[in-house]
């Protein structure tokens, strides 16, 4: 559904993008990931249209951007990090503009502004001026225009960021809902964001693509740099300092998060976490050692990059 071969962009002598090579299948939903400066941005205005890159080519559904930009972005719905909202409209009002622009028939177009609607969950406030909607809501409307019209491809520039934590699960529910009916590509700098929203990541670091992920595998990288962050009571610091020394095994490690009197915090570094755990359960108590809490601590895109690249 999306070609790309050997994309590269330079403003003079300064690299943005160089070689990208990469295909999305239908139905697909892709997380485009990196770090601020690697070229996210870049690449999806490429896509879309609003930049010419200095050399290699990109096709839609078998069009090329550049040889056929009016085909290829008919079949594009387009979400910037910023949507390009009109905050003096309704959103109905504003959904039935943008639906004009992209000239649907006006046979069609309130049939589909209430599919859209329906599908982004704005039925109540669809007669709201959009300038009193949440940033929430907002992203919402600019996700409902983006597809208005049906297009085979969505493309989302950091569509959950600025969002409080409930805003973000909804958002990724909504985006995970449009897999198989679109193929999604979505960019972030935020690996957390959009974990569980994607079939496959492709990670892209100083404008080259470095490496591609399924998500089982990313899965299977991400439990194995997660640090397990356990706090425990009951004895002193250097007690448990000293507990959690006789459970490691092999190459496990720990640091201290944080200790005090009363508690202590520690980060675990294992291989066999599962295995861990059942140690620490088994003994704990026979200690006098209470177990405060247990979790998996969340990997960051930082921690990846360093680890692959």
Do not use: W
Not at 87 to 111: H, N
């Amino acid at each position: 559904m999306i070609q790309v071969s050997n994309l590269s962009k330079f403003y003079g002598e300064k690299r943005a993008i160089s070689g990208l090579n990469f295909k999305l299948e239908k139905g697909e939903v892709v997380g485009l990931l990196g770090l601020n400066g690697a070229g996210k941005t870049t690449t999806i205005r490429i896509l879309t249209g609003f930049l010419i890159p200095s050399s290699g080519d990109a096709q839609i559904d078998g069009k090329s951007i550049f040889d056929f930009p009016l085909e290829a972005k008919r079949k594009i719905g387009y979400l910037p990090e910023s949507p390009p909202l009109y905050e003096d409209f309704t959103v109905f009002d504003y959904l039935q503009f943008v639906g004009r622009l992209k000239q649907i028939s006006e046979s069609e177009l309130l049939l589909e502004i209430e599919r859209v609607i329906l599908k982004t969950n704005l039925k109540d406030v669809q007669d709201k001026l959009i300038s009193t909607l949440s940033l929430g809501f907002r992203k919402r409307v600019g996700i409902a225009q983006s597809i208005l019209g049906n297009p085979e491809v969505v493309i989302m520039d950091e569509p959950i960021s600025g969002l409080d934590p409930k805003q973000i699960v909804e958002i990724r529910n909504l985006i995970r809902s449009l897999a198989g009916e679109h193929t999604v590509l979505i960019s972030s700098h935020i690996l957390s964001e959009i974990y569980k929203t994607c079939d496959k990541f492709l990670f892209l670091h100083k404008g080259a693509l470095r490496q591609e992920l399924s998500f089982s595998k990313l899965d299977e990288e991400m439990s194995r740099l997660a640090g397990l962050e356990l706090s425990l009571s009951g004895k002193t610091k250097e007690d448990l300092t000293s507990f959690i020394q006789s459970l490691l095994n092999g190459s496990d490690t720990f640091s201290v998060l944080q200790s005090s009197s009363e508690e202590s915090t520690f980060v675990i570094q294992s291989q066999d976490t599962k295995s861990f755990k059942e140690r620490l359960f088994q003994v704990a108590t026979q200690n006098g050692i209470q177990i405060e809490s247990i979790k998996k601590q969340e990997v960051s895109l930082e921690q990846i990059f360093m680890e692959k690249i």
